[in-house]
């Protein structure tokens, strides 16, 4: 019997609720501004910092008053560097979520001109938070992806055809120490998006086993926070219980504070990037420093009555994770192959606020995701 239904039948028999209240997802997608005394936002400050006695969401067409950076990462005044803000913006009468990044920006110039590279857009239904989709700086206006999923059978010519397209989480019963999965479908596109109103796909192949849970953390500058941490794979098996063939899963963790605030990348022993011709201890050695992240959430035992993790192990500065699929006693060996964590705080160029950034980078289509 697994953790979370073992969870709720101790709680009805104590006649307590059995569920948790609903989280406010959009409060763990957007990042928040400190107030002062008399409720205006402080520039340059962050949740975390001792000043900051009160905070909200940031609100849309507000100044900026921080930026958040990679930890590990020097920050200097003459360097160029990559920001993320997470950010509310409402276009059609419908509000999203956008991971906004921006790169070769010199911090303490207040003129140095953004450069928009990432745009990733988030959101929620009536249960589930997840992914819709993404555009990436490039040639031609650049790159759209992401994936139409079921939902767009009910309504072709809307955005929701892209609504779970990567679940993050069920956060409508989501308590401390609760445990979800599910396996969700969509046809993966990471070139050439369809568009609201093309003919939906006949088929939606690509099949997800996603796993969550939330609980407290504390991130590498030392801050603990309470964190959403989805933990999906890329595939799943016919079972839906176990992630089968995946040879990769990437986790990202979310707060009231900073919206995204990590993301990591964890690669299966046999999982070899054809490219680089390195399989996943050797890209974990290459690639994760421990100076970058802290060590990771534990999420272990009977996540799913199919799959079985162990606890996090590390050596050599190396963490690792066992899983053991129950159906085929199949067990593979997880390596934490990359890991980012954006929880350096990054002052303002103006001594106000930088203004809030525009989506134009990306163009006219990318309002598809609003519509």
């Known amino acids: 019997m697994s953790r979370h239904v073992l969870a709720g039948l101790l709680l009805v028999a104590l006649g307590a609720p059995a569920r948790a209240e609903p989280v406010d997802m959009r409060d763990y997608m957007i990042q928040d501004v400190c107030l002062d005394a008399g409720g205006a936002v402080m520039p340059g400050v962050a949740p975390g910092d001792p000043r900051c006695t009160a905070h909200r969401d940031i609100r849309e067409g507000e100044r900026v008053p921080y930026h958040l950076a990679a930890a590990g990462v020097p920050l200097r005044c003459d360097?160029?560097?990559?920001?993320?803000?997470?950010?509310?913006?409402?276009?059609?009468?419908?509000?999203?979520?956008?991971?906004?990044?921006?790169?070769?920006?010199?911090?303490?110039?207040?003129?140095?001109?953004?450069?928009?590279?990432?745009?990733?857009?988030?959101?929620?239904?009536?249960?589930?938070?997840?992914?819709m989709g993404m555009w990436t700086r490039g040639?031609?206006?650049?790159?759209?992806?992401?994936?139409?999923?079921?939902t767009c059978?009910?309504?072709?010519?809307?955005?929701?055809?892209?609504?779970?397209?990567?679940?993050?989480?069920?956060?409508?019963?989501?308590?401390?120490?609760?445990?979800?999965?599910?396996?969700?479908s969509k046809r993966g596109q990471l070139l050439d998006l369809s568009r609201p109103g093309d003919a939906c796909p006949k088929a939606y192949p690509n099949r997800i086993l996603a796993l969550w849970t939330r609980g407290d953390f504390t991130f590498t500058n030392g801050q603990k926070l309470n964190a959403i941490i989805s933990h999906?794979?890329?595939?799943?098996?016919?079972?839906?219980?176990?992630?089968?063939?995946?040879?990769?899963?990437?986790?990202t963790?979310?707060?009231r504070e900073f919206g995204q605030t990590r993301w990591e990348n964890w690669k299966r022993e046999d999982w070899v990037n054809k490219k680089m011709d390195k399989a996943a201890p050797e890209l974990a050695e290459e690639y994760f420093k421990p100076e970058h992240c802290s060590r990771p959430f534990e999420l272990a035992g009977e996540v799913t009555p199919g799959l079985i993790l162990g606890p996090i192990e590390e050596k050599?500065?190396?963490y690792t994770q066992m899983a053991r699929d129950k159906a085929t006693g199949e067990s593979h060996r997880w390596y934490l192959a990359g890991c980012q964590e954006t929880t350096v705080i990054v002052p303002p160029a103006g001594p106000g606020g930088d203004p809030y950034p525009s989506l134009d980078a990306a163009g006219e289509r990318f309002l598809d995701f609003w519509k």
């Open 79 to 131: 360097a160029r560097q990559t920001f993320r803000d997470n950010l509310p913006f409402t276009r059609n009468n419908r509000e999203r979520v956008v991971g906004f990044v921006t790169i070769d920006r010199k911090p303490c110039v207040t003129d140095d001109p953004w450069v928009t590279a990432y745009l990733s857009v988030r959101w929620f239904d009536d249960r589930y938070a997840f992914i």
């Open 316 to 318: 050599d500065g190396i």
């Open 232 to 251: 999906p794979y890329s595939q799943a098996d016919r079972s839906g219980l176990a992630p089968g063939r995946a040879g990769q899963m990437e986790r």
């Open 253 to 255: 963790y979310w707060t």
């Open 139 to 150: 040639k031609d206006g650049g790159r759209f992806g992401g994936g139409v999923t079921p």
């Open 153 to 184: 059978d009910a309504a072709p010519e809307s955005s929701t055809r892209y609504f779970r397209n990567w679940v993050l989480a069920d956060y409508t019963h989501l308590a401390n120490g609760d445990i979800g999965f599910t396996v969700f």
